[in-house]
């Protein structure tokens, strides 16, 4: 913590030996002010994904996982976005599942039960034969 405090104080006294005797003296007689400024995020470049029924299309109509995961890695789905979707499949969820786990269970639910079950039909067929 002391460490923080002296390089910040070396900071500041380098900003103000940048300064002219003006701008001290204005700072001194306070008509002028120092300033923290912080850069602004950036945001990502890459846009979020509507959620709409398109897309609930192209997801119910994958059939591979990986497919599923491309899809999911294409966009960057924010939180509220995931749980949105999971509502929309009634897919059990608990508040501490992050993205990634939230991610998982819709795969599975959405792909990974659709290929068990053309698992268990196509095993079905097999044995009547």
Known sequence: MMKDAATLLKLICDIINGLSEEEISALIEKRARLK???????????????????????????KTRESAKELFARFPFRKAQLLEIVRHYSIPVTAKDNNAAIIDRIIESVVGSKLKYETLLTANLHRSE
Do not use: A, I, M, N
């Not at 950036?42 to 994904?49: A, N, Y």
């Open 36 to 62: 923290v400024q912080f850069p602004e995020r950036q945001k990502s470049s890459r846009e979020t994904v509507e959620l709409t029924d398109d897309f609930f299309r192209e997801l119910d109509s994958l």
